[in-house]
């Protein structure tokens, strides 16, 4: 368990003044950078080495080992510190202690907890020592594990996990979700005039759910899928998904529902046989790679993402004061704290988390845009269109700003 103190670090432009109302203003969360003293999905890092853990500032005990609060809210932040996903847990961690230290830390205090020793040891530590909302796991598995104990203890869990089957009854998930990204990629191809879609999807899981996604994204839109395979990752199993698909009806667009190492494979052979003009659509999985743009044979294709305009300003931040990039799933973590912070400012301390809140129509905004959550306890999120291009990623529809309904 590591503490992320809630040091005091006043903001000018006053942030409680500047973050009313159920909808933060993107330009407040923009503001915290200038102002401030200063990644089954695989994340984007630029590089691999771990991130030093934030000194932990205590005021007195209230167990042996936490300090005492009467005028802020505990939270815990269940991510792996130790193990195979160390280096994303602590990239998380180390965003979410900017965004404390960003927004003065007035309200919320943030404890840490390890979950690669076992995510359900670390939730019953993190409920027994007082927390009364949990960021986190950031996997699956560990959401099915934390879920049942948070919910007898009363405990929303907002989790980073992107697998909507975990969410619901008082669990959260903030990931992105490739149905949200299909669905956006979709109706843009369509609002451009194309119609006849045909689709790619690797065998497994994730692959079920973007057929899935794809034909009532297609389906929503008005349009037609008139090929769709899947493939399996074998050495000649792309091959033969494409061949496949090539004997079938003309498309306009082709979407590869699969990381671009894997896209990039695929594209070449689908210019030799179907339609050499079909534009490429891609998911949200394509977003967390660093190297995309020098990836010739996507470029020109489409895929719809979270924006990076203030994830940019985040990981200069975050590398001047970890002395490395961070991964781009930690945003995550940063707007996970702006949002408690957010309902923190008229959650009484003693009571419970109102997860009521997070249910507000008009959504929330971090540094990955607006969002907010359904029914389900799925973030739906404000996604643009990007277009790969030599060099960068250009954005060819912007984001909404806001949910209007």
Request: aromatic share 6%.
């Amino acid at each position: 368990m590591a503490e992320a103190a809630a040091a005091r670090q006043p903001l000018k432009g006053e942030w409680a003044r500047n973050f009313r109302g159920a909808l933060t203003r993107v330009g407040v969360v923009a503001g915290l950078f200038a102002l401030a003293a200063c990644q089954t999905m695989v994340p984007r890092r630029d590089r691999p080495a771990p991130a030093p853990t934030p000194t932990p500032t205590e005021t007195g005990p209230v167990t042996p080992e936490l300090p005492s609060d009467a005028d802020r809210h505990r939270v815990a932040l269940l991510v792996p510190l130790t193990g195979t996903n160390a280096g994303v847990g602590q990239s998380i961690a180390n965003a979410a202690n900017l965004a404390v230290l960003d927004t003065g830390g007035k309200r919320i205090r943030i404890t840490t907890y390890d979950t690669a020793a076992g995510a359900s040891a670390a939730a019953q530590r993190a409920i027994a020592e007082g927390a009364k909302v949990i960021l986190g796991p950031l996997l699956a598995d560990d959401v099915r594990l934390v879920a049942p104990l948070a919910r007898r203890a009363g405990v929303p869990l907002i989790s980073f996990s992107n697998d909507t089957t975990v969410a619901g009854d008082g669990t959260f998930i903030m990931g992105y979700t490739p149905a949200q990204s299909i669905e956006r990629v979709v109706r843009f191809a369509r609002s451009r005039g194309m119609s006849k879609f045909a689709g790619l999807t690797p065998s497994g899981t994730y692959g079920e759910r973007a057929s899935t996604a794809f034909l009532r994204a297609v389906e929503n839109a008005g349009g037609q899928v008139v090929a769709l395979q899947s493939f399996d990752r074998s050495r000649n199993g792309l091959a033969a998904a494409i061949t496949r698909l090539g004997s079938d009806s003309p498309y306009e667009a082709v979407l590869i529902a699969d990381a671009p190492r894997i896209a990039t494979q695929a594209v070449p052979l689908l210019r030799k046989s179907g339609p050499a003009d079909a534009r490429v659509l891609g998911t949200e999985l394509w977003s967390t790679e660093a190297a995309l743009a020098t990836m010739t044979p996507l470029h020109g294709a489409w895929y719809a993402s979270v924006s990076d305009t203030l994830y940019n300003q985040l990981a200069a931040k975050y590398r001047a004061r970890y002395g490395q990039a961070p991964y781009r799933i930690a945003s995550m973590g940063y707007d996970a704290v702006l949002l408690v912070s957010r309902i923190a400012q008229d959650w009484r301390v003693g009571q419970p988390f109102p997860a009521r809140r997070l249910r507000d129509d008009g959504g929330f905004t971090g540094i990955d845009g607006a969002f907010r959550f359904g029914e389900d306890g799925v973030a739906e999120r404000a996604l643009e269109v990007q277009q790969v291009a030599p060099g960068r990623a250009t954005t060819i529809s912007a984001a909404p700003a806001r949910f209007d309904g």
